[in-house]
Structures are given as structure tokens and as C-alpha cells.
């Protein structure tokens, strides 16, 4: 049952990346608070985490954080971001989500920080590529290589956002999106 939940999952994101490549994904944006969209998505990651030991920090609400989004989508980013944060980290670690707001630059930014096992320099510019997997980090998670690339396709492709990292080996990473704030 997992094997097939696994590769279920694994043909869902080939398949959205490649809707969202060829242009005929269904996309429905609206105005979507990044607060809460973050707080039902700790709901699912709180309890993997746990299992580790990992303890999950998430800050107060900030007063306008929304912006004009497909909520499913944003979603899968956050949780896409903050499962590879849990699973990447230690038993004992730490794994932070923080938004923060540009109203000048009218941005909300989103980043996850984790004190996980680090990615080399050399490999940081292929992370969001298809099917790549850090080959330093293959044994100590599982993974198809999808889920960065379906991160940067849903941020970059459908929203005119940005994503970014920052890492450091045996330190920890940072993955972040930055996504332009709703019409207030």
C-alpha cells in the first residue's frame, strides 16, 4: 500500500509539472493569507516531525501576509518545503517557518529553515532541477527529485515569484519563495 501511495504521488507531480511546463494547468487565484495556509500545513508536518524528535517552530501572525494565489498550490509548496526540512534534518533538530512582508517592494516572503544535514555549493545550483537528488544526502532520505522543481514550477511558472536557498553542509538550509502581496 505504501509502495503504491509512493508512486501514486511520484505520477501526480510528473504530471503536474508537466501541465504546468505545456501551460494547460487549471489555476484558481485568489486573495490567500500565507499565515494560515502555513498553519494547516504544520497540522500534517507536526505529527512526521515529532516521530524525530524535531521540534517545529512557527512565529505569530503578521497583520497583511496575503496574496493572490492558487491556495492548493501554495500548499503543496509549504508542504513540499517543510516535509524536506523534517526529513532532512536530524533526530533533536529544528525546523523554523517564518513570513515576513516587503509592503515597498509589495512581497511576502516565506522561508524554511532547517538544521539538517546541509547541500554542497557545487550541487545548490541543480536542486530545482528535474529528477536531481543531492548524491552526498541519498542515503538518508528517499525521494524522487520532484518536489523542488514542482516548487520552483508553482512559484516561478504560475505565480511570478521567486525561489531561493541558502545552505551550508552539516549546518542546516534555507528554502524560501517570495510571491507579490494581494491588492490591499
Not at 39 to 67: C, F, G, T
Not at 109 to 118: A, I, L, P
Not at 155 to 162: A, P, Q, S, Y
Amino acid at each position: 500500500q505504501s509502495q503504491a501511495d509512493r508512486l501514486n504521488r511520484m505520477i501526480e507531480d510528473i504530471l503536474n509539472i508537466a501541465r504546468i511546463e505545456s501551460g494547460l494547468i487549471k489555476v484558481e487565484k485568489k486573495p490567500v493569507s500565507l499565515t494560515m495556509l502555513i498553519e494547516e500545513q504544520l497540522q500534517m508536518i507536526r505529527s512526521y516531525a515529532e516521530e524525530k524528535n524535531i521540534e517545529v517552530i512557527a512565529q505569530r501572525p503578521i497583520i497583511y501576509d496575503q496574496v493572490y494565489a492558487d491556495r492548493d498550490m501554495i500548499s503543496q509548496v509549504i508542504v513540499n518545503l517543510l516535509s524536506n526540512a523534517v526529513k532532512y534534518t536530524p533526530c533533536g533538530g529544528s525546523v523554523k517557518v517564518e513570513t515576513a512582508v516587503d509592503e515597498t517592494a509589495g512581497i511576502a516572503q516565506v522561508t524554511v529553515t532547517d538544521t539538517g544535514v546541509g547541500i554542497p555549493k557545487d550541487e545548490i545550483e541543480h536542486i530545482f532541477d528535474k529528477f536531481y537528488r543531492v548524491s552526498a544526502n541519498n542515503n538518508i532520505a528517499k525521494g524522487t527529485g520532484l518536489g523542488l522543481s514542482l516548487v520552483k514550477q508553482i512559484i516561478e511558472k504560475v505565480h511570478d515569484g521567486r525561489v531561493f536557498v541558502i545552505s551550508e553542509p552539516g549546518v542546516g538550509s534555507t528554502f524560501g519563495f517570495e510571491l507579490p502581496l494581494a491588492a490591499s
